[in-house]
């Protein structure tokens, strides 16, 4: 039987309706565009952050910017992202067969959760995923900017950076295969403290200098896996965007950190 995820937070992390939905999308898309750096090549893995469009949704549009190139050649993301309501030990699937979003279905990618299967950190769990909005939100810019591809969906608990690793080395893949990590940055600092403590946090993820903890990043977990992943495969980190709640629509008393990364392959490097 088909067990299709239902949309959590649309309607309050972003539009429930999917004309306006897609037209916030397209919206923030296009300002993206017309002021962000597009990386010589193409990404390997984007960081991206998951708060409401509003407040978010400008910074996350740079990432996603940045894969008009891929378009029709990305068949799988991989995307993981932190847990914030389910404890989870290790990295959970969702045992669906699919995630909605207003804008429609995404089948996810059966083949890849069979890679995973002798995997002891990989577990099930619909709970991690019922109410957890750090992927959901990411779904209907994927489904903007990419044509048909499957979706490897998975919640990142208590898990060390070697497991989370491991999992992206299984998944890996070529150019077909698009990683996607959700975080946020700092919370609810005074504005100024908050820019200080995310700038070195940028620093640390450009240099490949992990670890990141849950203070810097709420998505610490998954981006400590990736740094080790990055470092194996030689990848370039590229800073696209960084600033904060009181940026965009929040006060500046106490504030979340934003930033978009972009990472790309090293042609000449030699694995």
């Given at each position: 039987?088909?067990?299709?995820?239902?949309?959590?937070?649309?309607?309050?992390?972003?539009?429930?309706?999917?004309?306006?939905?897609?037209?916030?999308?397209?919206?923030?898309?296009?300002?993206?565009?017309?002021?962000?750096?597009?990386?010589?090549?193409?990404?390997k893995?984007?960081?991206?952050?998951?708060?409401?469009?509003?407040?978010?949704?400008?910074?996350?549009?740079?990432?996603?910017?940045?894969?008009?190139?891929?378009?029709?050649?990305?068949?799988?993301?991989?995307?993981?992202?932190?847990v914030?309501?389910?404890?989870?030990?290790?990295?959970?699937?969702a045992?669906?067969?699919?995630?909605?979003?207003?804008?429609?279905?995404?089948?996810?990618?059966?083949?890849?959760?069979?890679?995973?299967?002798?995997?002891?950190?990989?577990?099930?769990?619909?709970?991690?995923?019922?109410?957890?909005?750090s992927?959901?939100?990411?779904?209907?810019?994927?489904?903007?900017?990419?044509?048909?591809?499957?979706?490897?969906?998975?919640?990142?608990?208590?898990?060390?950076?070697?497991?989370?690793?491991?999992v992206?080395?299984?998944?890996?893949?070529?150019?077909?295969?698009l990683?996607?990590?959700?975080?946020?940055?700092?919370?609810?600092?005074?504005?100024?403290?908050?820019?200080?403590?995310?700038q070195?946090?940028?620093?640390?993820?450009?240099?490949?200098?992990?670890?990141?903890?849950?203070?810097?990043?709420?998505?610490?977990?998954?981006?400590?896996?990736?740094?080790?992943?990055?470092?194996?495969?030689?990848?370039?980190?590229?800073?696209?965007?960084?600033?904060?709640?009181?940026?965009?629509?929040?006060?500046?008393?106490?504030v979340?950190?934003?930033?978009?990364?972009?990472?790309?392959e090293?042609p000449?490097?030699?694995?």
């Amino acid at each position: 039987m088909d067990q299709v995820r239902q949309p959590a937070v649309a309607g309050s992390f972003y539009p429930a309706n999917a004309t306006i939905l897609s037209g916030e999308v397209s919206r923030l898309l296009d300002a993206a565009r017309s002021r962000a750096e597009i990386v010589t090549d193409s990404p390997k893995v984007l960081i991206v952050p998951h708060a409401g469009y509003i407040y978010s949704g400008s910074t996350a549009a740079l990432a996603y910017a940045q894969l008009s190139a891929v378009r029709d050649s990305v068949r799988r993301v991989v995307l993981l992202g932190p847990v914030h309501r389910v404890p989870v030990r290790g990295l959970a699937l969702a045992g669906a067969t699919a995630f909605a979003t207003p804008l429609g279905e995404i089948e996810l990618d059966a083949d890849a959760t069979r890679l995973l299967a002798d995997l002891p950190q990989v577990v099930v769990s619909a709970a991690a995923h019922a109410r957890e909005h750090s992927m959901e939100v990411q779904l209907p810019f994927l489904q903007t900017v990419l044509g048909k591809f499957k979706l490897v969906p998975l919640a990142v608990g208590d898990a060390t950076p070697a497991e989370v690793a491991e999992v992206l080395e299984t998944l890996w893949g070529g150019p077909e295969t698009l990683i996607v990590i959700s975080s946020d940055l700092s919370h609810f600092l005074p504005y100024r403290d908050a820019q200080a403590i995310d700038q070195e946090t940028a620093r640390r993820i450009i240099s490949l200098s992990g670890p990141i903890t849950h203070d810097q990043a709420c998505g610490g977990t998954p981006i400590n896996g990736l740094l080790l992943a990055a470092k194996k495969h030689h990848l370039r980190p590229h800073l696209l965007g960084l600033c904060n709640s009181g940026d965009t629509a929040g006060d500046r008393g106490r504030v979340v950190g934003y930033a978009a990364f972009a990472f790309t392959e090293d042609p000449h490097a030699v694995h």
